[in-house]
């Protein structure tokens, strides 16, 4: 498509797409927050809970950056 192979689009897709949806995933989360009148604490609770899945995810990456030799 567009002079792209298929693997070409997959990782753009979980590279940038999957980083996209992660920022917009901690908007939600401030969303949330802001809506529920959480206050600061509130809020650091909410970012901790609900965006740790998002650094081990970007800890993955980072790992596998690192076991690849490229660090």
């Given at each position: 498509?567009?002079?792209?192979?298929?693997?070409?689009?997959?990782?753009?897709?979980?590279?940038?797409?999957?980083?996209?949806?992660?920022?917009?995933?901690?908007?939600?989360?401030?969303q949330?927050?802001?809506?529920?009148?959480?206050?600061?604490f509130?809020?650091?609770?909410?970012?901790?809970?609900?965006?740790?899945?998002?650094?081990?995810y970007?800890?993955?990456?980072?790992?596998?950056?690192?076991?690849?030799?490229?660090?």
């Open positions: 498509m567009f002079g792209y192979s298929e693997q070409q689009i997959a990782q753009f897709g979980l590279s940038w797409g999957v980083g996209a949806f992660m920022v917009y995933m901690v908007f939600i989360i401030l949330l927050a802001r809506e529920s009148k959480a206050g600061r509130g809020t650091f609770v909410l970012l901790l809970g609900l965006g740790f899945g998002m650094v081990g970007l800890a993955k990456g980072v790992i596998k950056w690192f076991m690849t030799g490229v660090g």
